[in-house]
């Protein structure tokens, strides 16, 4: 599964850090190794489903966040889904390069401000994301094997109280 041997899947507390610091700062260190193993993980694992290889949990998530868009009637535009993910206007703008050029997305001028652009999955791209999907789930289903269902929830209900933190 993922390799927890890590070199850097703990980090080890700093001298003259007081134990709880140390522990918040190893928490942290752990939670973003484990991104990256799972987003390797992940990525290795997409064209097993069918999904192309150029396809990575980034653009997944690109193409997930339009598709809810257009499902949630909610906004498609390109400053709005970059703030969404996270990502720079440089960033989404590479992103949405590719998978315009994949044939995955379409621009389209913004029906209510000719200065924003919309993004819209085409033909091809919609009909990704039922793959899309199903191989995440089975992708998560296999990370999270380790645990319990009780494990599951804990985790799921900290993570959300992380989140939602800081949303």
Known sequence: MIDGNSRNQMATPL?????EMAMTTNICSSIICLSHLVERYANARLPSFGVPPTLTIPRVRLLL?????????????????ALDLGVTSR????????LEREGLIERVPDANDRRAITLVLTEEGEASIPRIKTALDEIGAAVMSPLTDTDHQAL????????????
């Open 156 to 167: 799921h209900g900290l993570l959300i109280q992380l989140l939602e933190r800081d949303a």
């Open 15 to 19: 001298s003259g850090m007081d134990s």
């Open 91 to 98: 960033t989404i703008t590479t992103m949405v390069d590719a």
């Open 65 to 81: 966040a339009v598709a809810t868009g257009k499902a949630e009637d909610i906004s498609t535009r390109m400053s709005d889904i």
